[in-house]
């Protein structure tokens, strides 16, 4: 019986894997959802733009054909440090006991506090006017010349390291040192990570490196006036990401000069071991600091229930009480996780949390996103509203990496409202829908913002409502508490024009007339 095309990449896959030897280390016999289609495009070298949900093995996807081969480089572009030394890990682990390696050299950037990027220390901000400076054999880029396709295999950075609006010699050398690789043809492959952060919605407005990245892609495969023109074939791009909608792709192509042929690859975000639960608080009154302990504490059972779990907050003020107040009143072990916290203590702390043998509790503010890797969170809870329903996704999915069921609550209380900025007026009408729906699965509701469905024989296995607990807490509890926290709510709302004037709310002061009228 002849082959299939997908036949072939399955196979080829599985020789990949078979020659790494990861068969017998991490039980790697047979693709995951996109792999095979990932590993044939890089491969044939075809330009390609994948979305592939968290925890579905899209590192080892672009990875895989490098390191089999062992015959040229893979450069990855990753937005934080935190994935650079990731996927430096990820490769170094795949090679243990070969002469391959992966390496990394990025610059920091404090995703909480917005700080800007700032050069990396190992290379001083040193002007220069040559743009295509010598590369010195004892620098970074001098060793990586030496070592990329022999024994350097990826080659992970962040884009403020190749800014070419920033006029350091680092920032220059790195340039053209990639240039130069793909003259001769050993680099191959050029993938942007977590492509959708390049989006002006989320990153893209503020950060230059993000701006400018495309033209850092043009210098590094055309080569700069004074170089040789080159004679080898182009390396083939790959934009890759756990989420983006069909509108949020085409945008991302066009800003990357991605070619029209390009094949766009879609695997299903569903997650089927992931069970979703609401919990209203709309009747609770009192400082907002005193309703997050309250929401914390009415969360117990649950956290009780789990070896590992993951409270989302808005705020570092409120991730350092919120820790405090679990370990103090209750006795859990808790890592509070902020943007304040410096580099060292930020790595302590993250350590601490995964190797911790007890019940262990991570309260984070949002600085706890991509680039951090913990496989067995079963618990995911977000005391904060997330105005980005991709935000909301990604953040939800950091639970169950190791493919075990895990629980994503989400609580919800008028005053947390208050986090809205104005940046986020567009989507907030959607997800103040998404978080007061009353009888629609709010599954199905998060997966078509992000432009996907549900999935799957079991349409959603948190249902009925998605384990609906919002609304019932409060129903016997509208008194003058809940509507001195929901007039308030509700005027913020009307004043970013959010048009929230649906038969939700009409329902929710019909009930509040109807309690004071007994």
Not at 389 to 415: I, K, T
Request: glycine content about 6%.
């Amino acid at each position: 019986m002849a082959t299939t095309a997908e036949d072939q990449d399955e196979a080829y896959f599985v020789w990949c894997a078979h020659e790494l030897r990861l068969d017998e280390s991490r039980g790697v016999d047979s693709p995951r959802g996109l792999q095979a289609r990932i590993v044939a495009n890089m491969r044939a070298r075809r330009d390609c733009m994948a979305t592939v949900p968290c925890g579905c093995g899209k590192t080892l996807a672009f990875m895989l054909n490098a390191l089999s081969t062992r015959d040229h480089l893979v450069l990855v572009i990753t937005p934080l440090r935190g994935l650079c030394q990731q996927i430096a890990d990820d490769g170094d682990a795949i090679v243990s006991g070969s002469a391959g390696t992966s390496v990394t050299t990025d610059t920091d950037f404090d995703d909480d506090n917005n700080e800007a990027p700032r050069e990396a220390d190992a290379f001083g901000p040193i002007v220069v006017e040559d743009v295509s400076p010598t590369i010195p054999d004892d620098s970074p880029q001098g060793t990586l010349l030496r070592h990329a396709g022999t024994d350097l295999f990826v080659f992970a950075i962040t884009p403020d390291a190749i800014n070419p609006a920033v006029t350091t010699e680092s920032s220059t050398r790195w340039i053209h040192g990639f240039a130069i690789l793909r003259q001769r043809g050993v680099l191959a492959l050029i993938v942007i990570d977590e492509v959708n952060t390049y989006l002006p919605s989320i990153w893209g407005e503020f950060r230059e490196s993000m701006k400018t990245l495309p033209q850092a892609l043009r210098l590094i495969t055309s080569g700069s006036s004074s170089d040789a023109l080159p004679t080898t074939p182009p390396p083939s791009l790959l934009g890759i990401t756990g989420t983006a909608s069909t509108d949020d792709i085409a945008t991302l192509m066009q800003h990357f000069n991605f070619p029209k042929h390009t094949e766009v690859l879609r695997a299903p975000l569903d997650r089927q071991n992931m069970t979703i639960q609401f919990h209203d608080f709309c009747g609770l009154g009192g400082e907002p600091i005193e309703i997050l302990k309250h929401m914390a504490s009415t969360m117990l059972p649950l956290i009780l229930n789990s070896h590992r779990s993951l409270l989302f907050v808005q705020k570092q003020a409120e991730a350092r009480s919120i820790a405090s107040f679990l370990l103090e009143e209750y006795g859990i072990t808790c890592f509070p996780y902020y943007g304040g916290l410096n580099s060292a203590a930020r790595t302590a702390t993250l350590k601490a949390f995964k190797v911790c043998t007890k019940r262990a509790v991570l309260v984070s503010t949002e600085l706890y996103g991509r680039g951090h890797h913990c496989p067995d969170i079963s618990l995911v809870v977000h005391l904060c509203i997330r105005w980005k329903f991709e935000q909301l996704w990604q953040e939800m999915c950091r639970g169950g990496r190791d493919g075990s069921n895990f629980l994503a609550v989400q609580a919800f209380h008028p005053s947390l409202v208050a986090s809205l900025k104005s940046r986020d007026y567009d989507s907030a009408p959607s997800m103040m829908s998404y978080l007061t729906g009353r009888s629609s699965c709010r599954r199905s509701f998060l997966l078509r913002s992000l432009g996907d469905s549900v999935h799957g024989s079991n349409a959603c296995p948190s249902c009925p409502a998605c384990q609906r607990e919002l609304w019932h807490a409060a129903s016997s509890n509208f008194g003058t508490t809940y509507r001195d926290l929901y007039k308030p709510a509700l005027g913020l709302l009307r004043y970013c024009n959010c048009g929230l004037h649906s038969e939700r709310w009409s329902l929710g002061r019909a009930a509040h007339r109807r309690g004071r009228s007994r």
